[in-house]
């Protein structure tokens, strides 16, 4: 499927220049593979018998055993252990599963090229946060209402500017130093060398996906918790900024974005400072649990 040049009118001026001159530089929004495609075809078209959507699913092998590591996550504990594609999308969910899918098809929507150690770095760091996310929105969904799958959804697509601005420069990687443990990309310096923002590639990317509104849009303002209206999206950044947190903190990476954003974080989760570390602890504990 093309990339819909339309979209562009959801974004501000300048950014919408700003992205139509990547395009012509030859950015490529990456196209959603085969299978999701026609996954989400069928479920588009009420088709709601696991045997037909898990037939579709099979059709590519790789996803198959990625979506099998995918619900050993602890946010699934309760449905484990899973047996067959139509167990996962029986006990999961259908819309769910779907979402799972995406996750996975990203991944082979966007082949490393120039420096494979960055592009290693950064889908680490980024199944890391997603696998954070979704034990964060298992933790909170009664306060919150955002699902395992959503957050997992955010957060492994809260960063792929990064990768399609690898796959565009071969230089960014090294410029933006993704390869050195801790460091991750500065928007300011990714602005001046390449005036690019990989948030708003990001949104591009997730709104070109069909993900659902609150999900682009906090991909689009996950570092700028305050241009969100949206309550969902603004849940979903929190939920993102905590996940990042946890990483950062599990990892011993400073986290200069923390301080700046920890009180909105934390209220927007309904948590109080001083139950905090027991939490990170439980979260952290079940992290380990299943990436042992």
Not at 19 to 32: A, D, F, H, N, S
Not at 80 to 98: C, D, M, N, R, W
Not at 187 to 201: P, Y
Request: glycine share 4%; hydrophobic share 45%; proline share 4%.
């Amino acid at each position: 499927m093309a990339f819909d040049k339309s979209l562009l009118v959801e974004l501000s001026g300048e950014e919408s220049k700003s992205v139509t001159r990547l395009l012509e530089k030859g950015i490529t929004i990456p196209p959603q593979p085969r299978v999701l495609q026609e996954l989400q075809a069928s479920l588009a078209r009420g088709v709601s018998d696991v045997r037909v959507l898990a037939r579709i699913i099979a059709q590519d092998p790789g996803i198959v055993a990625m979506l099998f590591r995918v619900v050993q996550n602890a946010a699934f504990r309760k449905f484990q252990p899973f047996t067959s594609l139509e167990h996962i999308l029986h006990t999961v969910g259908l819309q769910q599963t779907s979402n799972l899918v995406r996750v996975i098809a990203l991944s082979s929507a966007l082949p490393a090229k120039h420096n494979r150690k960055a592009f290693e770095t950064y889908w680490a760091r980024s199944q890391a946060i997603a696998d954070l996310a979704m034990l964060i929105a298992e933790d909170r969904i009664t306060v919150c209402n955002i699902f395992p799958d959503q957050a997992c959804l955010a957060g492994i697509f809260h960063d792929c500017g990064v990768p399609v601005l690898m796959q565009r420069f071969s230089t960014y990687g090294k410029d933006m130093r993704l390869e050195e443990p801790g460091n991750w990309v500065a928007l300011a310096e990714e602005d001046a060398r390449f005036n690019a923002d990989h948030c708003v590639i990001g949104y591009l990317v997730a709104k070109h996906w069909k993900l659902p509104d609150f999900i682009c849009d906090s991909i689009r303002f996950h570092h700028d918790f305050r241009r969100i209206d949206n309550h969902a999206a603004r849940t979903m950044v929190a939920i993102l900024q905590f996940a990042i947190q946890l990483y950062s903190l599990d990892r011993g990476f400073g986290n200069a974005e923390w301080g700046a954003v920890s009180a909105e974080v934390l209220d927007e989760l309904g948590l109080r400072e001083e139950f905090l570390p027991e939490l990170v602890d439980v979260i952290l504990d079940h992290y380990h649990s299943q990436v042992s």
